[in-house]
């Protein structure tokens, strides 16, 4: 991954209109196409709106609508530091740190980070092997020993990861076979090799057309050749540490939203352009799909 520090953070994006550009260049790569001329036209800034302009018509275009950006009073160079600081860091950053960072409200630091993270929640293609998947449990202590109890509050997450690749982790309501088998049937290519632990709900694997290798944790063995999961388990240990160092406790309900984030570090961890800037790259793509591949806002 290339460096990307503060400094070139900085020399790129000293204002709120070199933020507004990077906006603007990444929904219209190709130029903004005006939805009144129905072509791509040259397009001025508007001198007291976040708005563009088109040279012919006069017709407005509004980069930050459909964006988490739209309708926040926050300086837009705010929001673009606050992206560059939770894809610098490899276990996140409260929003605590980021009032601090920022000058902001405490709320206002809170909706930032829950909007940011919205945007790393992102479906990986279908993962192929050597695939090793694992369950684990974020929460409180459990009433009894190994696997929590149904009385634990302790919350499941299910996590497939392809050894050199990419990693699929979902918040589920159980760790049963009729929850977990659908997951890993639409995540993992058919006739995959597969790795896991002994626990019983992989024992259909086989069945269903993997190639099933199994590592016995509860003989206290962790690795025999290439039969282990600690790929996946090394993943856990980063979410797992991330929230207790700097979260300290996350509920059930916005669990999901922090897996995304640390599962997104992880899956562009070897890219060739900063984390920062694949973090940007998805303002556009969560804003194609809620409006299409092209749909200027104009008002």
């Known amino acids: 991954m290339e460096r990307y520090t503060i400094h070139d953070f900085n020399r790129d994006f000293p204002d709120d209109d070199s933020c507004l550009t990077l906006v603007r260049d990444l929904l219209y790569p190709d130029g903004i196409q005006c939805r009144t001329c129905e072509e791509v036209r040259p397009h001025h800034r508007l001198a007291k709106r976040k708005a563009f302009s088109c040279d012919y018509c006069g017709t407005h275009v509004y980069p930050l609508a459909g964006t988490i950006f739209e309708k926040s009073r926050t300086p837009l160079k705010s929001w673009f530091y606050a992206?560059?600081?939770?894809?610098?860091?490899?276990?996140?950053?409260?929003?605590?740190?980021?009032?601090?960072?920022?000058?902001?409200?405490?709320?206002?630091?809170?909706?930032?980070?829950?909007?940011?993270?919205?945007?790393?929640?992102?479906?990986?293609?279908?993962?192929?092997?050597?695939?090793?998947?694992?369950?684990?449990?974020?929460?409180?202590?459990?009433?009894?020993?190994?696997?929590?109890?149904?009385?634990?509050?302790?919350?499941?997450?299910?996590?497939?990861?392809?050894?050199?690749?990419?990693?699929?982790?979902?918040?589920?309501?159980?760790?049963?076979?009729?929850?977990?088998?659908?997951?890993?049937?639409?995540?993992?290519?058919?006739?995959?090799?597969?790795?896991?632990?002994?626990y019983s709900t992989y024992n259909v694997l086989t069945e269903k057309g993997f190639t099933h290798r199994r590592i016995a944790h509860k003989e206290k063995v962790y690795v025999v050749g290439n039969i282990h999961t600690n790929t996946i388990e090394g993943f856990w240990s980063i979410l797992k540490r991330g929230i207790a160092g700097v979260y300290h406790s996350v509920s059930a309900k916005h669990l999901q939203a922090y897996v995304n984030e640390y599962a997104f570090r992880y899956n562009h961890r070897d890219d060739t352009q900063p984390m920062f800037q694949s973090v940007g790259d998805r303002v556009r793509q969560v804003r194609a799909g809620r409006y299409g591949t092209y749909s200027p806002v104009g008002r």
């Open 83 to 198: 992206m560059y600081l939770i894809a610098s860091t490899r276990c996140g950053i409260s929003a605590k740190q980021l009032e601090r960072e920022l000058g902001v409200t405490y709320k206002t630091a809170w909706r930032m980070f829950k909007q940011i993270r919205s945007l790393l929640g992102e479906e990986v293609d279908k993962l192929t092997g050597p695939v090793e998947m694992d369950e684990t449990y974020v929460g409180g202590k459990s009433r009894k020993m190994g696997r929590p109890s149904k009385d634990s509050n302790k919350t499941p997450v299910f996590g497939i990861v392809e050894r050199g690749g990419k990693v699929a982790a979902l918040v589920t309501k159980d760790v049963k076979r009729k929850t977990v088998m659908p997951i890993i049937e639409a995540k993992v290519m058919p006739k995959s090799l597969i790795y896991t632990d002994e």
